[in-house]
Structures are given as C-alpha cells and as structure tokens.
C-alpha cells in the first residue's frame, strides 16, 4: 500500500514537473494555442519537482526506487500532455482560431 | 523544383541503402565478435564482462556510424558491387578471424 | 538516418509489437494461468504444512520414475499453491495441490500465461530460430531508438509533450509517435538492451554457452529412485540458510535435491541452492552464485523479468510495455501511411498492411480468443491445453486472412475498423464470461486476481471501442 501511495505521489511530482517544461516551451504554446504563463513559478517546478519525486521514490529499495522514477516519468509525461491536449481543445472552442494572441 | 526533386531521388536509391545496411550489418556483427574475442583472451574478472556488454551496445552504434558516413561518390552504388558482396564479407571475415589469432598470440 | 529508422523500424517492428505485447501479457503470466483455472477461485491461501510437502514429494518421486521430468513450486503469494509440474517444450505443466493436506485441486490443464511468455521470447518457434529472431529484433530496437534519437535531436527537449491530435493525420500520428517515443525511452533501452544482452550467446554461439533455449521436449529424468528422503526437514534446513519463506523451486536431480531460492526472494535472480541426498536427506552443498558473470547475469534478468518486483512495479512495466506496443504499433502506420499514395495499390504495400494488421490488432484479439476458449472448452476435454493455444493461433490466423481480405480489397480502413470492433466486443465480455463461467463466493465482497484481469480487458475494450468510434467518423 505504501508503495503505490508513493508511487501516485511521485507521479504527481513528475507531472507538475513535465507540465511545466511543456508550458515553458512556446513551441508548444503555439501549436496548443495556450496563453503564456508566468515563467519563475514554472522553472522552479520543473527545477525542484523531479527530485521530490525522487527523494519519495527513495523511500523504496534502490532497485525498485530507480525503475519507479524513471517508470514515474514516463506516465506522467502521458498524463501531463494528455492535460495540455484537453486544456488545448477547450481553448480552441472558447477563442476559435485566430482570436487568440500568443 | 523538378530538377530539385529528381536530384535527391537520385541521391537516395533503394539499392544504395540496401547494400549499405547489408555491409553495416555484416560490419556490426563483425564488430560484435571481435569485441567478444578481444575482451575475452587472456582477461579474467571483469574484464570479458565489460567486453560482453559493451559489444551490445557497440553494435547498434556502429550501424549508426555506418548510416553517418557521407554518400560516396554521386550517391549510387552500382549494381556491379552486389556480386562482389559476398567475396567482400568473407574477406571481411578473415581479416577478422587472422586479428583475433593475432591478438590470442 | 531516416531510411534506416523507417525500414529497421518496420521491419523490425513487427517482430517486436508481438514481443511487447506478449512481453507485458507475461509480466502477469501466474496470475494469467489462475485466471485460466477458475476451479482455484474456491481455495483460500494457507501456509504449506509439512505433510503436504512430503507427500507430494513421494508423487515426484513416482512421476520421475516413470520418466518425467518432474519438479516442485512451492505456495508464493502471487501462487498460494503447490505445484508439480514439468516442461512439455513450451510451458510448465502439471498439477495443483492444496498446500495443507497435498491432495490435488482439480484444475483444468491450460499453459495459462506461460503461452504469452514463450511467444514473447521465441515467438513459438523456440529454442533456436524464434529466440535468433526476436534477439535480432531487440538489436533492431536498439538501432531504431538511436536512429530516432539522431533524427529529433535538435527537438527532443523542446518537443517533450507535444501532441497535436487536431492537426493532420500524419501529423498526429507522428507526434503519438515521438511522444511516446521520448517519454518511454528508458524502459524501451533498458529491455531491448537486457533481453539482447541476456540471450546474447544465441547470438555468437562461437564464443560457448549454447543457445540459452528451454531444454527441449524430451529430457529423461535420470533418476529410478522409488521413494524421496521426507522433502520437509530438508525445506527448514534451507530456509535456514537462505532465509524464511525464500525457497521456492524443488528441483531434483542425479539423486539429489535442490531447494532453490524462488526468483521472487531477490532483485539478482542467481538460482542459489542448498542440495541434499536424495536417499537421506543430508545437506551436500551450498550453492551461491558468486562468479561475476553469472551475478551480472542475474542483475539483467532480475531487471529484465522482474519477477522481484512489488505489484505497483509490475503495473507500472505493464503500463510501460503497452505503451511500447502502442508506439512501434503507430510506427508501423506512419510507414504506411507514407507509402500508401504512392505505393497503394502494390502487393508489397498490401502485405504490408495486412501484416501490420496482424500484428497491432489481431494479436490482442488472439490473446483475448484464448482467454474466451479457455472458460468455454469444456474442462475434460482430451489434450486441453493443446487446443486452447490451437484456438489462439486459430483465431490470429482469421484476424490476419480477414487483414489480408480487407488489404487487398478497395477498403482497408474498414479491417481495422472491423478488427476494433471484434476487440471491444470480446474484451468488454471478459468480465461477464467470468462471472457466468465460475463459481465463487461473494463475487463482489473482494478485488482478486480474476477481476484485476476482468477490468483490465474492460478498460482495453473501452479504449478499443473510441478508437473505433473515432476511426468511423473520420
């Protein structure tokens, strides 16, 4: 039970990490038609995030520590841009193409 | 843009990949056994393992390598080199195999 | 770079989405087989008594004279029963017996999840030319994710999570693709790199240590031994040296046996064992694996099977497989769609799409097939577990001719169309099948290995009827 608790915290973690990469990237803001955020707050949680997700990952054995974050990382990674994709697609329907300066 | 399009189909023939793959791949596995066979004569300890595990991850390196390596000449190898494949590999092999009795000596 | 990574990806990739897909099927192979014997639903988990031991140990004793090559599981919490069991080429098969008393459980005869293991590791076709295909498959792997890395890697850090669904086609798919590329690219090196590396000798038999295939169908037992020494004491005095509740094979062999460590008891699966007279039950020797090579072997496999592994663990390599499947499964389409404009109309290109049909979805509906023919075959059919994989590569082999039919015809988008459909409908009825084809107390008082399996098929026949409904109004 322990395990898994750790393993949706870490999760979490990763995510708010990934998401604030993606949200850094105006790449992505373009392309997912997002308004620009405030970048600080963003770095910090890209910076600081991962490593939380790695001291909690660490409260497993090691073997098991390493695999689950890097495992962590990767579902978060589908977690966080299938919430950017949705945010994007509500986006699109509020302020229809064009309407919308990035 | 006809001229364009026309140049680069020229550039990247099947044939020319193909028989590039084929010689990467022989290269690869050759690669692959004489990593195996230099790590393992004479070594002990950990030593052939080093040597077990980095030829699995020299192998694919080398196919990349291979595929870097800029187009030779106007891009086309001619359809000659296909028969001459099989006495390249083999010589290729032998080259090899006299390394490796070379390095167990 | 492009050409390598499209036609290795391609050609590699159909060997490697069956690997995947099985693969991460046999991440659950134990609980797949107890799903195969609903006839266990009935028996609770008890501690294993010393008088069951050493009575199955008298039935070993019994088989191996009569030349089977029989051995021993020990109850686990993944598997709280005792088994016997022995290898028929592809699977380990044999009977269950109840841990307090060693009486048999009468189950049906399935190879369960052990099918998915053996046609992940060589296709079905081992212990040679299988296993040489999907080890130069997993060099092919190695090779398309250096390809793909050299290809986006001015993009990968910028391009992290970039997914466009709204945008082309091609585009979507493309970036469904790198996606999922990127962010599972520590597992897909991490497995294609072990599972090269563990079956590497296939690979350069020159250099010793055979093919590191199963043994093959007939292994005489060796042993005309009548009667075991009592298998319990020898139990204590192993856990003793091991530690409480780590043995959990009994292998037997030249009038010996071996109490060996179950792979579940350590991250480094080594196989250590303590052996014991057969004729007296003394201890003979301590065997620890200690050579480096044999340790370092045990570290990949230990990494590459994870048999060690806490159950979120496993969830989250299950996750991670089919994840990989679903990536080279888009892969595959990328090079079609590719190719479909200018090369449509081609036999080559129709094969193609037939196989990669056959592979993406006809497989899982395969999988899904055997688990159907599993509960419906009835449970004394002669040679059962023969006709349940007969029924998995019956109904693959459907899939693939109606792929075939539909690839060929004027309208392919219909096959997979068709063949989403044919999945929804069979996963989203694992779960009624279940419930109509066992008899359980208290079916909804507690979350068992049976409806972990019947959800997970429900939430893939969800997924596969959107998919569907995406794919009809487009």
């Given amino acids: 039970m322990i395990t898994l608790l750790i393993l949706a915290l870490s999760l979490i973690c990763w995510g708010i990490a990934l998401g604030a990469h993606a949200l850094l990237q105006p790449k992505i803001l373009r392309a997912l038609t997002l308004p620009a955020p405030r970048r600080g707050t963003l770095r910090l949680l890209r910076l600081v995030m991962p490593f939380c997700a790695l001291a909690l990952c660490l409260q497993l054995e090691i073997c098991c520590a390493v695999l689950s974050w890097f495992g962590c990382f990767s579902l978060a990674g589908i977690g966080a841009s299938a919430t950017l994709t949705l945010a994007s697609l509500r986006q699109r329907r509020e302020h229809p193409a064009g309407t919308l300066a990035v | ?105 | 770079m492009g050409w390598l990574h499209e036609w290795i990806g391609f050609l590699g990739g159909l060997v490697l989405v069956v690997c995947f897909t099985a693969g991460s099927l046999a991440l659950f192979d134990i609980e797949l087989t107890r799903w195969m014997q609903p006839e266990l639903a009935r028996y609770h988990p008890a501690p294993l008594s010393d008088a069951a031991l050493d009575k199955v140990g008298g039935i070993v004793a019994q088989m191996r004279q009569n030349g089977r090559n029989a051995f021993i599981t020990l109850p686990t919490p993944r598997d709280p029963i005792l088994r016997v069991l022995h290898f028929n080429g592809h699977a380990f098969l044999g009977t269950a017996y109840s841990p307090t008393d060693g009486f048999p459980v009468l189950t049906r005869p399935t190879d369960g999840g052990q099918l998915f293991f053996d046609l992940h590791h060589s296709l079905y076709r081992g212990p040679f030319w299988g296993n040489m295909v999907t080890e130069i498959a997993a060099i092919g792997l190695l090779i398309a994710v250096g390809s793909g890395l050299i290809i986006h890697f001015r993009s990968i850090i910028p391009d992290l999570l970039l997914f466009r669904p709204f945008a082309s086609r091609t585009r979507a798919w493309m970036d469904a693709h790198i996606l999922a590329g990127l962010l599972f690219l520590p597992f897909m090196v991490m497995m294609a790199y072990t599972g090269a590396v563990i079956h590497g000798p296939r690979l350069f038999p020159m250099f010793g240590g055979g093919h590191h295939g199963r043994p093959g169908l007939h292994r005489p037992s060796g042993d005309s031994r009548a009667t075991y020494a009592p298998l319990s004491p020898m139990l204590h005095e192993a856990e003793k040296i091991f530690g409480p509740a780590t043995i959990g094979l009994i292998l037997f062999e030249n009038g010996t046996v071996s109490m060996t460590r179950a792979d579940s008891s350590s991250f480094v699966l080594t196989r250590d064992h303590a052996v014991f007279s057969a004729q007296d039950g003394t201890l003979v020797d301590v065997v620890r694996q200690k050579d480096p090579s044999r340790r370092l072997g045990g570290i990949l496999r230990g990494l590459h099977f994870i048999r060690w592994a806490p159950l979120p663990l496993r969830w989250l390599y299950f996750l991670s497989g089919i994840a990989g499947s679903a990536l080279m499964s888009a892969g595959l389409i990328l090079f079609l769609m590719k190719h479909r404009d200018r090369r449509g109309s081609r036999f080559l290109f129709r094969l193609a799409e037939t196989l990669t049909m056959g592979v993406t979805t006809a497989l899982p509906i395969a999988c899904l097939g055997y688990l159907w023919a599993n509960r419906l075959f009835w449970s004394d059919l002669p040679e059962r577990a023969h006709w349940e994989i007969e029924a998995f590569f019956l109904v693959w082999a459907v899939g693939l001719v109606h792929a075939a039919w539909r690839s060929f015809g004027p309208t392919p988008l219909r096959g997979w169309n068709e063949h989403f459909v044919l999945f929804a409908s069979f996963a989203l009825t694992v779960l009624p099948l279940d419930f109509l084809t066992r008899t359980s107390n208290g079916y909804l008082s507690s979350f068992d290995v049976y409806k972990a399996v019947d959800f997970t098929a429900f939430a893939f026949g969800l997924l596969a009827l959107f998919i569907h409904r995406r794919l009809a109004t487009s």
């Avoid at chain 2, 692959?32 to 004479?42: E, K």
């Avoid at chain 2, 296909?82 to 167990?104: D, K, M």
């Fill in chain 2, 1 to 105: 843009m006809r001229k364009s399009s026309n140049n680069k189909r020229r550039k990247s023939p099947v044939l020319f990949w193909t028989v590039r793959l084929l010689l990467g791949l022989a290269l690869v596995y050759l690669c692959g056994m004489g990593m195996l066979d230099a790590f393992r004569t004479g070594h002990k300890g950990p030593v052939p393992i080093a040597g077990y595990l980095g030829a699995f991850a020299v192998m694919p390196i080398v196919l990349l390598v291979v595929f870097s390596l800029p187009a030779l000449g106007r891009g086309r190898v001619p359809a000659l080199l296909l028969p001459g494949l099989l006495p390249s590999l083999l010589l290729c092999a032998r080259i090899a195999t006299s390394a490796g009795s070379f390095l167990h000596a």
